[in-house]
C-alpha cells in the first residue's frame, strides 16, 4: 500500500512565527502536493511538485513555500503564519495519474 | 470561481436505500473525474473514477454517471450502509495524463439504520 505520512496530525503556532509542514511518501512517486482543506471550500490546491527542486503554484500560494530537496519528501512552509491560515492540510502523491493518495492530515490552528 | 461544484453540502439517507451525490462542472476541458471519500481525522481516499469517453463506470456498489452535455456527474451508492457516513469530494483533471486535480466542495452523506 502507498503511504503519505504527514510528521504531526495538531500543530498550534503564534501569528508571525515561521512554519515548516513534512511529508514523506514511500512509492516513489514523481508528483506531491499541498492541499488545504476548509468548509464549504473543499481542498484547494496550494504547490505541486513533479520532480526534484521542481515546483508549481497551485490555486492559493499566497503566504506559502515549498521545498522539494530529495523524491520523497516535500515541505511546505509557512513564511510568517497568520490566523487566516488556520485550516486542515492535506499532503498527497501520484505517480502521474490523476489518482492521488493523501495522507492523513495536518489540522493546523494560528493564534 | 469554482470550476467544479457540489451544491448539496449534506445528504441524509436511512440504510440500505440508494445514495445519489451530485456534482456540476463549468471547464469544458475537463475530461477524467474522479470520486473521493473522507473519514473525519484521515485524508481523502480514492473511491472511483470516470473518462469523458464514458458514461458510466461500476464499482461494487458504486457507480457513476457522467453527462457531459449537461457538465454533471453523480456518484450512486447502492445499498448505503452505515460505512458510507462521509465526506465525499468530486474531483476533475484534464485529462489521465493531467497531474492536478480540482476539488468540490464536498457532501457530507450520513446514512440513518
Known amino acids: 500500500d502507498v503511504k503519505v505520512t504527514q510528521s504531526s496530525r495538531y500543530l498550534v503556532k503564534r501569528t508571525g512565527e515561521k512554519v515548516f509542514l513534512e511529508c514523506v511518501q514511500d512509492m516513489d512517486h514523481e508528483n506531491m502536493f499541498w492541499y488545504r482543506q476548509d468548509p464549504g471550500l473543499g481542498l484547494r490546491l496550494i504547490y505541486f511538485s513533479y520532480d526534484v527542486k521542481m515546483k508549481e503554484k497551485g490555486d492559493i500560494p499566497e503566504g506559502y513555500s515549498v521545498s522539494r530537496e530529495k523524491k520523497e519528501r516535500f515541505s511546505l512552509i509557512l513564511e510568517s503564519a497568520s490566523t487566516n491560515q488556520t485550516s486542515m492540510y492535506l499532503c498527497a502523491s501520484s505517480l502521474g495519474l490523476p489518482e492521488a493518495f493523501f495522507g492523513q492530515g495536518t489540522r493546523l490552528t494560528v493564534v | 470561481d469554482q470550476q467544479v461544484k457540489q451544491n448539496s453540502p449534506s445528504l441524509s439517507v436511512q440504510e440500505g436505500r440508494i445514495s445519489i451525490l451530485n456534482c456540476d462542472y463549468t471547464?469544458?476541458?475537463?475530461?477524467?473525474f474522479l470520486w473521493y471519500k473522507k473519514y473525519p481525522a484521515e485524508g481523502p481516499t480514492f473511491l472511483i473514477s470516470?473518462?469523458?469517453?464514458?458514461d458510466k463506470n461500476e464499482d461494487g456498489r458504486f457507480t457513476v454517471f457522467l453527462n457531459k452535455s449537461a457538465k454533471h456527474l453523480s456518484l450512486h451508492i447502492v445499498p448505503s450502509q452505515p460505512g458510507d457516513s462521509a465526506v465525499y469530494f468530486c474531483a476533475a483533471s484534464l485529462g489521465e495524463g493531467a497531474q492536478k486535480l480540482v476539488f468540490g466542495q464536498g457532501t457530507r452523506l450520513t446514512i440513518n439504520p
Open positions: 471547464n469544458s476541458m475537463f475530461d477524467y
Open positions: 470516470i473518462s469523458s469517453i464514458k
